[in-house]
């Protein structure tokens, strides 16, 4: 089989797998065959991930449990373009905030498929952020296809302005699937806090109307928190609303 009618079909079946929701786990077997299918792919179809198990001595042919693929560490995407595919092919490539090593040396990932990630992403998010707000009998996929009534307000910056953050497009995708109107991104493009902004998001959401999700990395929170410490803001959110922290900056 030819690289994209291997990879199409990979993602096909990756796709219809994530389709199940958490609620229709995969059995051990399954889970393995399935990963261990993956593995021998990527060895195949990414040089630098190949060279990398063949200097530890493994053969992939030889692999018969998931435990025993290698993995690869994180530092290895901050100097290596790490691709399963045609470069041509690539949707869109996200980079990690050069935090750690500064601008020069920021990490890359460079994903064949928005619709892969997208999935993954939305029936994750729904059963474990949301679940109490869905359907009782969510559409197929895990997820539901109508929006449930909640405002998602993200102290972060939109995808608009920082294209290539994995966060912001991630937590765009779910604003457009799951925020109502009221939801938006509070962090300018260079990370400075929109305060008052956010503060008349928080005060203008009604404390008997649906419940809020406040979406952020930990230092946004920091820098939020600093800024209603210095204006006196205090807020009242509606029952169920929820935080989610982030991580990172």
Known sequence: MSFRGLAGTLA?????????GIHEPLSDREFNDFALRVFRFQCRMNQAYAGFVARRGVDPDQVGRWEAIPFLPARAF?????????PADVEVVFRT??????????????????????ESLLSNFAAH??????PAAPAAGGFPKK????TILCLLPSPDTVPDSSLSFMMGTVVDAYGNGDSGF???????IEGDAFFRALTGVSAQGPPVLVVGTAFAFVGWMEVAEER????????????????GY
């Open 78 to 86: 901050k100097t290596t373009r790490l691709l399963s595919g045609d």
């Open 232 to 247: 006196g803001y205090r807020v009242s959110l509606p029952e169920g609303s929820r935080i989610m922290e982030t991580g």
């Open 97 to 118: 905030s050069g935090t750690t090593a500064g601008a020069q040396a920021r990490g890359e990932h460079h994903v064949l498929s928005r619709a892969l990630y997208r």
């Open 129 to 134: 952020l949301i679940p109490d707000l869905l």
């Open 12 to 20: 096909g079946e990756l796709m219809e797998l994530m389709h199940r």
């Open 147 to 150: 929006k449930p009534p909640i």
């Open 186 to 192: 509070f962090v300018g493009p260079g990370g400075e």
